[in-house]
């Protein structure tokens, strides 16, 4: 069965710039997960989507990140104007409501820096 | 106070030891609880779930103190393979707490 997808794996990018970090979901499952990882903060929710619908997007952390979810099975996390400060591990991560109750896994991560 | 809290560590130990840690939750009204491990660059993935009786998978026990708001994991018969950060997480719904993790190194 095929995982957590995200892409791109790694993205060097200049501050001012776009960026668009993307996600596909594991088939079946209804909740979905975008968290930031860095050294100084560890692992943080930024925002979860359940039936593609946003719950809880406290975490975003300022209006420069948004995130989508069009349908079940692809959801995408934008920042824009990038800053330096954005440089981290992005996870994207899903779960379902029936199974093991809050399992999450994880894909592989997004690297981004920005320069 | 941060939700979860962890000893970061780093807990370096020899092949075949026991090795044992903490971690404590604030939000009493957590319901479920999980060992996760992340190895260097890769992303989480969960070892284990920690129920209220404690739970045992293979080498790695997992225990549950909701009086004093603490989870601990053992891991008996250390492998090298077992260095790896060991993530404390909690939650009281959907969202999942996650602590700044415990570093552990196995080494020969």
């Known amino acids: 069965d095929a995982g957590v997808i995200q892409s791109p794996r790694h993205e060097v990018t200049e501050m001012g710039q776009e960026v668009t970090l993307r996600c596909k979901p594991i088939?079946?499952?209804?909740?979905l997960f975008w968290y930031r990882q860095t050294m100084m903060r560890g692992l943080e929710l930024l925002i979860y989507f359940n039936n593609n619908v946003p719950i809880d997007d406290s975490g975003m952390p300022e209006d420069r990140f948004s995130a989508k979810m069009p349908n079940a099975s692809f959801s995408t996390l934008k920042i824009q104007p990038s800053e330096p400060r954005d440089s981290a591990v992005y996870f994207c991560?899903?779960?379902?409501?029936?199974?093991?109750?809050?399992?999450?896994?994880f894909g592989p991560g997004t690297r981004l820096t920005v320069t | 106070r941060k939700e979860v809290e962890q000893d970061p560590g780093p807990f370096n130990v020899p092949e075949g030891a026991t090795v044992a840690f903490n971690c404590t939750y604030s939000?009493?009204?957590?319901?479920?609880f999980f060992w996760y491990r992340q190895d260097c660059r890769k992303e989480p993935k969960l070892l284990m779930s920690?129920?209220?009786s404690g739970n045992e998978d293979g080498r790695f026990t997992a225990q549950l103190n909701r009086a004093s708001q603490y989870i601990s994991l053992l891991i008996r018969d250390s492998k090298l393979s077992d260095s790896a950060t060991y993530l404390c997480v909690v939650n009281p719904g959907y969202k999942l707490s996650f602590g700044a993790g415990t570093t552990v190194t196995v080494r020969a």
């Open positions: 939000n009493s009204a957590s319901q479920s």
């Open positions: 991560a899903s779960s379902k409501t029936s199974g093991v109750p809050y399992e999450q896994y």
């Open positions: 920690v129920y209220s």
């Open positions: 088939s079946g499952h209804d909740y």
